[in-house]
């Protein structure tokens, strides 16, 4: 990382500004920047945007559209707000460098790069790693996990929020891979509501916090067929293993991300051909 990415003298350095000066005329580029790092540091919504630029909604909007024309942001419906757009970072570099360089840009080209990257880093692993490794359990839920995981087959994974009629002045409650099955001109059965956490290990808590998504998901659709999950990158407490023997919780590490739909990596496709 300090060799390459942030190191000034590698063409790496300065290829995110290459890629967006490609792509956007010279009056709009400063207020992509702006907008890529509003996103970066969470904002997903055209509105949210705006308010963190301070900019009116229309120009805004005309710098989102440009992006997204260019193939640099994707639009993605919330799970439970079909009419709710929320905007990604579709580059990873363009991420990166918004999120967690862009900021310490003077300091690299004055600094040791092995101390700006130590600041660097818890902002890299929330905002860039932690959002990568969400969608990588949204993409193994479409692609790779067994038929019988969540009961029927999926259709679509995407982020879903929702309001807390509990905590009205606080944020939206949300959930990172939200699963749905198949239904005509209509939000599919709801199948699956998880949690994604890269850097930790997932315990009870974790298993309460969507259990409460999925109660404030009954306010508007049925449920019942609604399986809890877990996809941690460095695994869960034997406590949230055992609610997995008994049915309560479905659990997703690595190694089932990697070898199969099942537990124990033997996946149901896999022992058919067998």
């Known amino acids: 990382m300090c060799r390459t990415v942030l190191n000034p003298r590698t063409p790496l350095y300065l290829e995110p500004h290459h890629l967006l000066q490609e792509e956007t005329d010279q009056g709009d580029r400063a207020l992509c920047h702006s907008a890529l790092a509003a996103i ?29 024309a260019n193939g640099l942001l994707y639009g993605e419906p919330d799970a439970f707000r079909p009419n709710l757009v929320r905007l990604r970072i579709a580059e990873p570099l363009l991420a990166f460098e918004h999120a967690a360089v862009r900021p310490l840009r003077s300091a690299l080209e004055q600094q040791d790069a092995v101390e700006v990257w130590r600041r660097a880093r818890p902002v890299f692993d ?58 005509d001109a209509r939000p599919g059965p709801l199948l699956s509501v998880g949690l994604a956490r890269r850097d930790e290990v997932m315990d009870l808590h974790h298993l309460e916090h969507v259990r409460r998504l999925t109660l404030l998901a009954a306010r508007d659709e049925d449920v019942t067929r609604a399986r809890p999950a877990c996809y941690s990158g460095v695994g869960f407490t034997p406590a949230l293993h055992a609610a997995e023997a008994d049915g309560q919780v479905v659990l997703v590490d690595p190694a089932r991300l990697y070898r199969g739909g099942r537990p124990d990596g033997d996946s149901e496709d896999a022992r058919r051909r067998r």
Request: aromatic letters at 4%; a negative charge; one cysteine or more.
């Open 40 to 68: 970066a540091s969470g904002c997903s919504t055209q509105g949210e945007i705006a308010e963190c630029l301070g900019t009116p909604l229309t120009d805004a909007s005309h710098c989102l559209a440009l992006l997204r």
């Open 126 to 183: 929330s905002a860039v790693a932690g959002t990568h490794f969400a969608q990588i359990c949204r993409d193994w839920v479409l692609d790779f996990a067994d038929r019988g995981v969540f009961g029927a087959l999926p259709v679509s994974a995407a982020h879903g929020s929702l309001s807390d009629p509990e905590q009205r002045a606080g944020p939206d409650v949300e959930a990172d891979v939200v699963v749905r099955g198949r239904a």
